[in-house]
């Protein structure tokens, strides 16, 4: 079955440090997503990306967030200089069409800790 | 405001035991409505989804959820949990249109004793 790939599972880093989280998506899929959950609370939307731009965002997804598909295989998701509160799961999905719910699949999440 | 309410943060339940979840919705429009699960360590998964048709969806498991409408719910059940049904389960939903974008509950977390 396929999957929805993200690397790495756990990342460790500095308040203040750029980190890049990587997703690889399902092969034929459009739409790419970016969700966190902060440690006991709801997972919250970020950002959407269709055809190489942001097709939605998020409060959250302020100046420091930006997203890349800087290849045909990748997505990423750059936080420029983290804050302790940006310490959160970080899920990756894709769908095949954005305005259905068919074919949304989730990764399984880097856990991002800022010290 | 768009919101999903999980009224349970946390269940403990033996098993054999029948599991009722809830979900009440606040979304202005028509809705697509899903139950995912994310076992210890592992991703969210799809158990069932409900966007139109019959309001008693099955899902994956043996899990089943009611869509009703007047009260804005999307209940989660299974008559008898496993021990390995142990999981978080997490309530959402999007509007058609929207892209795609979800809104979670905060997730309610089934314990099931053996």
């Known amino acids: 079955e396929p999957e929805v790939t993200q690397t790495p599972s756990h990342q460790v880093t500095q308040m203040g440090q750029e980190v890049i989280l990587r997703c690889v998506p399902i092969s034929n899929h459009l739409y790419f997503y970016w969700y966190r959950q902060i440690l006991g609370q709801k997972v919250e939307f970020l950002v959407s990306?269709?055809?190489?731009?942001?097709?939605?965002k998020s409060e959250i997804f302020d100046d420091q967030f930006s997203v890349e598909r800087p290849d045909g295989s990748n997505f990423t998701l750059k936080i420029r200089s983290t804050k302790l509160e940006d310490s959160a799961m970080y899920f990756c999905?894709?769908?095949?069409?954005?305005?259905?719910?068919?074919?949304?699949?989730f990764g399984s999440g880097t856990r991002l800790t800022v010290v | 405001a768009q919101s999903v309410s999980q009224h349970n943060h946390h269940v403990i339940l033996s098993e054999a035991a029948s599991l009722e979840l809830g979900c009440n919705y606040s979304?202005?429009?028509?809705?697509?409505l899903f139950w995912y699960v994310q076992y210890p360590g592992q991703h969210l998964q799809l158990l069932l989804k409900y966007f139109s048709g019959d309001p008693l969806v099955k899902g994956i498991k043996g899990f089943e959820a009611e869509f009703i409408k007047s009260k804005f719910s999307f209940n989660l059940r299974k008559p008898s949990v496993q021990w390995s049904d142990t999981a978080e389960y997490f309530c959402?939903?999007?509007?058609?249109?929207?892209?795609?974008?979800?809104?979670f509950g905060k997730g309610t977390k089934l314990s099931v004793k053996p």
């Open positions: 959402a939903v999007n509007g058609r249109g929207s892209q795609g974008n979800l809104i």
């Open positions: 990306f269709y055809n190489n731009e942001i097709s939605e």
């Open positions: 979304y202005g429009g028509t809705v697509n």
């Open positions: 999905a894709s769908s095949e069409v954005g305005q259905t719910p068919y074919g949304y699949t």
